[in-house]
């Protein structure tokens, strides 16, 4: 019980005090990630997915409930950010909402490999 005890003041530090660097090397650490799985064979690719219950649950209003990338405005139903005027496009069925500094992946998205690949899996 001891760890469990010491993890939740070290979750306390980063989320209080540390949060000025804990939330921007979080993102860098996604971005990375996505990078790296870019180059894994889509072959073990597997999904999860996590269920939960809110305490504090509000239904979503009508319309889209994606934000943009950029600026975190809402997206209007054409899938385009009402605040910079972005639009986000769909590749293979999927929808790439990404950060500029990303967008090389849908623009080096493989469709022959994708194929290849079980629909399960993408």
């Given at each position: 019980?001891?760890?469990?005890?010491?993890?939740?003041?070290?979750?306390?530090?980063?989320?209080?005090?540390?949060?000025?660097?804990?939330?921007?090397?979080?993102?860098?650490?996604?971005?990375?990630?996505i990078r790296y799985d870019q180059y894994q064979d889509r072959s073990t690719?597997?999904?999860?997915?996590?269920?939960?219950?809110s305490k504090n649950y509000v239904a979503a209003g009508s319309g889209n409930y994606l934000v943009c990338a950029q600026c975190r405005e809402q997206?209007?139903?054409?899938?385009?950010?009402?605040?910079?005027?972005?639009?986000?496009?769909y590749t293979d069925?999927?929808?790439?909402?990404?950060?500029e500094e990303l967008k090389d992946l849908q623009q080096g998205y493989n469709y022959e490999l994708s194929l290849q690949t079980p629909k399960e899996h993408l």
């Open positions: 019980m001891l760890w469990s005890a010491d993890a939740g003041k070290v979750e306390e530090i980063f989320l209080t005090k540390l949060r000025w660097v804990a939330l921007p090397l979080s993102a860098r650490l996604a971005k990375l990630l690719d597997s999904f999860i997915s996590y269920l939960c219950t997206l209007s139903d054409a899938n385009v950010c009402g605040g910079c005027g972005k639009e986000y496009s069925g999927m929808l790439f909402l990404l950060p």
